[in-house]
């Protein structure tokens, strides 16, 4: 039996409980069972777990040992205690309002963030849609690439009215517009759930062929 | 009830058990479909191609192990290139598991080219701080990195960390961003838009980066397990992504036969609802 | 305190361009700004402000906790990377008070699952004032509040185990979500919840539209956040952003003409404005 | 001291970063937003701790009532402690311990199956979903469709083997419809989103204070 190769070395133990996780969490698809909560269950502690440790290694501790201790930015301190506040959720309840100031900070820097970046990534989009639509290559007419444009622009604009809430949305022309755009935007859907399907296939195919090859030692 | 109607109200259980069948079998018998190289993939390679010896190249892996199977194969593949063509490589991380995945195969490969640790290659990992962190890089890489790899050690100790002072086209030829979702190549785009940007996708993110690769924003696209296939042809290092095209195209026929049979089902039965 | 750091570019001019995009995205700040603030000072003093054209999900929301009362089951809501950093989040805190307040008053239980530390505690603020504003603070259960990892698939199996164990009868997916989109919509139609998606990204709204009941598409989901207090104030956001709409519009067709009409090898002045 | 400071702070928080971020401060020569931004990344990441909090909290009270499968949650916290101790005092509480040899090797064997696995699960519902939606019950279901089948009969390279031109046809649905549509929906989304970062800009959104 290949798969006894190395039995009970670190390698072996590894490629088996690598199948037996994913043999209990594919037995999901048959109905919820005890293998698979025992999976479920191991993956939440272990990943929040690992999320404290990677965390503890990589950026509390040298913040606190490098930064602040050895360099002397003491301010990392400061931000501690503010960071702390926020277990004042757990404590005696007087105090729990004290939460809302790390909160406060964590929310609000982020508003201006996206104040300031959200309008960057959109205008080159806004830019992509002035089209040429009259498209001429060494002085002639090419037709095929003037009716892609066409489409390209009068896509961006009707899928563009169908999000319109208050202004004009009961002029007829909007309505029609919006309609015609819901459909594109229904095709643009299609596309990217049929260029899906090969992702997702993908994904098993890898855990298949790691129980054939690496576990069964089958096939490939 | 006729076999229509049963059909229509079948157990998604059948539907499993036959994706499995139909997934399984060609892998154990290979059937050989061809595999076509699209542009946006020789564009990597091209690139790859032209670079001046001893470039350093920066990987980001935006990534979980889940998604494993559709990035890695195009990782390696790359890698392969990469070292066989003497250049460097320093991988980061935006996704903090994508910095343990990527930290094996990134050690397996340069294991097999005899590369050395902190000369050739590193590994400087991920960091808490989503965006803060990400724009903190473009201006001060060590700082930012809080001046550790991933295994504590001192990045300006190293040769090839120690005169990367930010993540700039000055410093790194290119990154390579193995995406699968946020944060990912938005943030390469939005904060680092001077930064050659390539990316290898998951299908799934594709149809939306298309309208970065029209505006040149990212300059060549791989999509899932199709590019790491192609990319494998292309350096002709053949590997996981190309054996699996062959139920990789079983699985879609099975779903689209499903669809066909499931819509004449439908009217079938709609037929029939309106004759009662 | 502050150490100097060597400047590794020329220096920039920020409110006076030179760097990509800022200039246009700043006017686009400030037009927005003053817009936003003329509307809601009108709404304020009592101006009539334009309704908001029906959307079918927002209808569907009270309905699917009502059909969970009278089945006595509980209602499942949640946003997959509601970090704090994101306005989706921002947008489904304001879905969660809502569904949270809904929910105590008709005696339903509320299932919520985290994935962020911060937004635990936010999530929990945000029920718990909920139930004390319907008056009974004495029936919010902590319990229900789950933080499940921030990791997504570890998230997922906890969720769809959940989901399993407990069968709510309404699954409420509104927010930020990635690959999980799938199997969370799939998981609650097997267990033949009613289920209402609101989503922006371009990734999984197609999973979305094709599993779920009611699918609020992008930008409905941010109007939908405004419109469900029913409060002219709030509104008056709306009506704002319509306005840079039909704006938006204008400067399209202008930019297009120009693009047509202009000399062979000439520069598009709009776009030359626009990207700065 | 409970309503109105917490505000300010966001609003003082919102008006310093988008004061740092549009001034472009390497004119300062300080790089203030370097710092500012590592501060504030020093502060999330001090929240860690939360969820350790809330998981123990949920599967201690599930333990002491004994509700049903009980022994799973005993099992859960049992996971977290051990591994979670066991990467942080591996090379004393002081030094990186998650590149080390067993740490990674519990990471590779059994989360990354699991979560791997998880994941993989999507190959079967996306075929119970495309077989359950994709129905020709109107239009707008029949157009979704049958792009989706032109997309997937491309990827799988079976479309190009039929039909030398179906590469590019799926290449036209990508680039000529599907790209313009995601960037009109995308546009939609920049200003809604918009008006959502400024109803919190202005206070008009404060349900996380719990106001």
């Not at chain 1, 039995?7 to 069972?33: I, R």
């Not at chain 2, 086209?169 to 190549?185: H, I, K, L, R, W």
């Not at chain 2, 300059?219 to 790491?228: I, K, P, R, V, Y």
Request: net charge negative; glycine share 8%.
């Amino acid at each position: 039996m290949h798969m006894f190769e190395g039995f009970l070395s670190a390698d072996w133990w590894q490629v088996w409980l690598g199948a037996f996780f994913t043999l209990a969490v594919l037995s999901f698809l048959y109905k919820e069972n005890a293998l698979y909560r025992f999976a479920e269950h191991t993956l939440v502690g272990g990943y929040v777990a690992y999320r404290v440790v990677i965390l503890w290694d990589n950026t509390l501790i040298p913040r606190l040992r490098d930064n602040m201790v050895r360099d002397g930015q003491w301010i990392y301190l400061f931000v501690l205690f503010v960071g702390l506040l926020l277990y004042t959720r757990y404590g005696p309840s007087q105090y729990a309002w004290l939460a809302r100031y790390p909160i406060a900070l964590n929310v609000g820097y982020f508003v201006g963030l996206r104040m300031a970046m959200l309008p960057r990534p959109t205008m080159v989009q806004i830019t992509a849609a002035f089209r040429n639509l009259w498209v001429t290559q060494d002085g002639s007419f090419v037709f095929s690439a003037t009716v892609n444009e066409w489409v390209i622009f009068i896509t961006t604009l009707t899928v563009l009215s169908y999000f319109m809430f208050t202004l004009a949305r009961d002029w007829r022309p909007t309505q029609w517009s919006g309609r015609l755009g819901r459909y594109l935007l229904m095709v643009g859907f299609g596309a990217s759930f049929g260029n899906t399907i090969a992702g997702r296939i993908t994904l098993f195919l890898g855990r298949a062929d790691f129980l054939l090859s690496e576990w069964l030692k089958i096939g490939g | 009830m006729s076999i229509w109607e049963r059909f229509e109200r079948i157990n998604p259980r059948f539907i499993f058990l036959l994706m499995l069948f139909v997934l399984i079998t060609p892998m154990i018998r290979p059937i050989g479909l061809p595999v076509y190289i699209t542009p946006l993939t020789q564009a990597l390679y091209d690139w790859v191609e032209d670079l001046p010896p001893g470039s350093v190249v920066l990987f980001d892996s935006a990534f979980a192990p889940g998604s494993a199977s559709e990035i890695e194969p195009t990782m390696r593949a790359l890698l392969h290139h990469l070292f066989q063509n003497d250049h460097k490589v320093v991988m980061m991380a935006q996704w903090e598991l994508g910095a343990m995945h990527s930290s094996t195969v990134l050690d397996e490969l340069a294991a097999e080219y005899g590369k050395e640790y902190g000369v050739d290659y590193a590994n400087v990992g991920w960091r808490a701080g989503s965006e803060n962190w990400f724009i903190g890089l473009r201006d001060d890489f060590i700082g930012g990195m809080v001046g550790v790899d991933m295994s504590g050690n001192d990045l300006t100790e190293m040769p090839l960390t120690r005169d990367l002072a930010a993540v700039r086209p000055e410093y790194f030829a290119g990154v390579v961003c193995f995406a699968s979702g946020n944060p990912g190549v938005d943030d390469w785009v939005t904060y680092n838009p001077n930064m050659p940007l390539f990316v290898q996708a998951t299908a799934v993110q594709v149809p939306t980066y298309m309208r970065f690769v029209e505006t040149r924003q990212i300059e060549a696209l791989l999509s899932g397990q199709a590019g790491g296939a192609q990319y494998e042809q292309l350096v002709g290092q053949l590997g996981e992504a190309s054996r699996l095209m062959d139920p990789q195209g079983a699985g879609h026929l099975l779903i689209i036969t499903l669809m066909i049979l499931g819509n004449i089902a439908f009217i079938v039965n709609s037929k029939k609802r309106a004759a009662k | 305190m502050l150490e100097m750091v060597q400047l590794a570019s020329g220096a920039k001019w920020g409110f006076l361009a030179d760097d990509g995009q800022a200039v246009s995205g700043f006017c686009m700040m400030m037009i927005m700004l003053i817009l936003t603030y003329y509307v809601i000072t009108r709404a304020r003093a009592g101006f009539p402000i334009p309704h908001i054209r029906k959307i079918a999900g927002l209808e569907a929301l009270d309905e699917a906790i009502g059909r969970a009362t009278e089945m006595g089951q509980p209602v499942h809501i949640s946003s997959f990377r509601s970090t704090v950093d994101q306005q989706e989040s921002w947008a489904f805190w304001v879905y969660l008070a809502h569904t949270a307040k809904l929910c105590a008053q008709y005696d339903t239980r509320i299932i919520n699952c985290v994935s962020d530390e911060i937004s635990l505690a936010i999530h929990e603020e945000i029920i718990q004032t909920g139930y004390l504003e319907a008056g009974r603070p004495d029936a919010y259960n902590p319990d229900d509040v789950r933080y499940m990892s921030n990791q997504q698939f570890a998230w997922v199996a906890g969720v769809i185990g959940m989901l399993e164990r407990e069968r709510p009868a309404a699954q409420l997916l509104i927010g930020r979500f990635f690959a999980e989109s799938l199997v969370l919509a799939e998981q609650g139609n097997l267990i033949g919840a009613i289920q209402i998606a609101a989503n922006d990204s371009a990734f999984q709204l197609p999973f979305f539209v094709a599993t779920c009941d009611y699918v609020l598409i992008g930008e409905e989901l941010y109007v939908g956040a405004a419109y469900i207090s029913r409060d002219p104030v709030m509104t008056g956001t709306v009506v704002a952003e319509d306005m840079v709409k039909m704006a938006l519009f204008g400067v399209m067709i202008v930019g297009t003409l120009l693009e047509t009409f202009k000399a062979e090898g000439a520069d598009n002045i709009l776009r030359t404005w626009f990207n700065y | 001291m409970k309503r109105e400071l917490p505000m300010l702070l966001a609003l003082g928080a919102a008006l310093l970063r988008l004061f740092l971020e549009l001034s472009h401060y390497q004119r300062t020569e300080m790089q203030w937003q370097l710092h500012t931004n590592q501060w504030w990344a020093f502060l999330a990441a001090t929240a860690v701790f939360i969820g350790v909090i809330n998981l123990c909290r949920l599967h201690m009270h599930r333990i002491r009532r004994k509700v049903a499968h009980w022994q799973m949650s005993a099992w859960c916290l049992f996971v977290m402690a051990s591994f979670g101790l066991y990467g942080i005092l591996l090379k004393g509480p002081f030094q990186a311990g998650n590149q080390e040899h067993w740490f990674r090797w519990i990471f590779d064997s059994v989360l990354q199956p699991a979560d791997r696995t998880m994941f993989s699960l999507l190959a079967f519902y996306i075929a119970s979903a495309a077989y359950r939606s994709f129905r020709m019950r109107n239009l707008e279901a029949t157009v979704m469709m049958v792009t989706a089948a032109v997309l997937m009969l491309n990827q799988a390279s079976i479309g190009p083997m039929i039909w030398s031109g179906w590469g590019d046809m799926a290449g036209w649905f990508m680039d000529i419809i599907n790209a313009p549509a995601q960037r009109g929906l995308a546009i939609g989304i920049f200003l809604g989103s918009y008006a959502m970062v400024l109803r919190m800009f202005l206070g008009l959104e404060r349900k996380h204070l719990g106001l």
